[in-house]
Nanobody, 127 residues
């Protein structure tokens, strides 16, 4: 299993930017697709973005498409989420996660497909 630690959250004004990082431990990082999810108070955890194990394919929720960019550096065992043009509705705890199965080629956006999770980092966007 992969251990994940997120960082980079904070308080930012609407229209601002933040870059989240997720550091992974374990030798299997590069064989697993990675995802970012978020959970706002009183709401269910929702999909934000995912990136394939190779980094060659990405997929985004409609609500963040064009504003957020997911990337990964397999040499550093790290996945990133660059968030631009932030809105108050982006306020949530952001979690990174690793897909349970390695070498997947199908895009997964459900939390049930991800078996390893970080502890989360708070992102707050003020209006």
């Amino acid at each position: 299993q992969v251990q994940l630690v997120e960082s980079g959250g904070g308080l930012v004004q609407a229209g601002g930017s933040l870059r989240l990082s997720c550091a992974a431990s374990g030798r299997t990082f590069s064989s697993h697709a990675m995802g970012w999810f978020r959970q706002a108070p009183g709401k269910e955890r929702e999909f934000v973005a995912t990136i394939s194990w190779s980094g060659g394919s990405t997929h985004y929720a409609d609500s963040v498409k064009g504003r957020f960019t997911i990337s990964r550096d397999n040499a550093k065992n790290t996945v990133y989420l660059q968030m631009n043009s932030l809105k108050p509705e982006d306020t949530a705890v952001y979690y990174c996660a690793a897909e349970t199965s390695p070498w997947t080629i199908v895009v997964h956006t459900s939390t049930s497909d991800f078996g390893s999770w970080g502890q989360g980092t708070q992102v707050t966007v003020s209006s």
